[in-house]
Every structure is written in C-alpha cells, then in structure tokens.
C-alpha cells in the first residue's frame, strides 16, 4: 500500500498565476475527494470524483478552480489567475468502493503560497 | 451552519494525564458516520476511527477509546495515560448521504509535555 500520494509538496506562486496539483490515489480506491485546509482550521470539502466522474462540488470551488480525474485513476486541481485567499494547504483522499462512507486516506498535501 | 464542533481549542496534559476531546454534532440524517483523525506536526491527516449512527457501543483500541452518545449527539474522544507522540490535532467529522463527503470540526490542539 503506497498510500495516497500528492504533488507538489510546496508551491510558491505570483498573484495571477495559475497552479497545477496532482493526486495519486491508493490504486484500489475509486472515489477521490480534495479538501481545502487554511491554518487553524479543519479541511473544508471541495470536489468529489467516483472514478471519472465529479460528482459533487463545493461553493468554494469558483469558477477558477476545475479538477478532473480522466480515466478514473490520478487528479488534476487546477486554479486559474491565483489570489492571495487561495494560499492553504490541498488535500487530497481516497476511499474503497465496498461500502459507502469507508475512511478517506489522505496525502500530506499540497501547500500553496500566494505572493 | 458549522455542523460539527468542536469547542475546545487547545489542552495541555502532562504525560500519563488522561485527556478527553469533545465532538458534538448537527444532523437531521439517520444514516451518517463519525470519525476521529489525528494530524501531527508532520501535517498529514491519520484516520483513527469511523462509527456508524446505528452503532452506539463505546470502542476502545489500547490507550484510545471513545464514547458514542446520539442522545447528545456528542462522540466523544479520550486518549488514557497521554504520551508525548499523542501531541497533535484532532479532527472529528461527520458524513451524511452516500458519498462520504466529510464536515471537520475546527479541530483540538493536544499538547502533552514529558
């Protein structure tokens, strides 16, 4: 079990850029979610994909914000002309397909800076 | 609506204290699941246990147990005899449908010193 991997680790951007993050999920696991967590705070849902498919999405996700999960296997979220509220850590989690509500396995996440 | 709280903030043992963490929660689901995670200075969010609303029965896992209460909706968290790797926060969050979304609490900050 790899574990559920992301990258990258950090990344440090200008206001206006636009960012990239992957997620590798566990490889038996079909539904991947990604979280949102700002310092001192718990992680706040933003998307959820069961296998290729977004099937829930937050208010928080604006409309610079797109995820994709082509194929069903690893994710994409990408946010378009950053600003600096986007600055937080990204999570990313993963969870088998047996029975609803199984633990979500998470990554250690993607930090991103805004400056 | 903050559908899960978690209103302490920070608590400070000494080692071998015990410390319980509160959780309560707002639902209007029959169906939905806790659970307690454990993120460490490192970051990464560990899962700790899931308990489904139909489940009302204490659980105990060495030196953690946890105490299921829907009459209150509380599910509480209490570590026994605290080490210093128990330093952490602790998240509780609750899920309701069927897809497992998860609603954290602001999370409590241990701090266990030697």
Redesign the interface.
Known sequence: DTGVSQNPRHKITKRGQNVTFRCDPISEHN?L?W?RQTL??????LT?F?NEAQ??KSRLLSDRFSAERPKGSFSTLEIQRTEQGDSA?Y?C?S?GQEA??????????TRLSIL | AQKVTQAQTEISVVEKEDVTLDCVYETRDTTYYLFWYKQPPSGELVFLIRRNSFDEQNEISGRYSWNFQKSTSSFNFTITASQVVDSAVYFCALSEGSWGKLQFGAGTQVVVTP
């Open positions: 539904r979610y979280y001192g705070q718990g992680p706040e849902f959820y069961q099937l829930e850590m999570l989690a969870s609803s509500n199984q633990p979500q396995h998470f990554g250690d996440g």
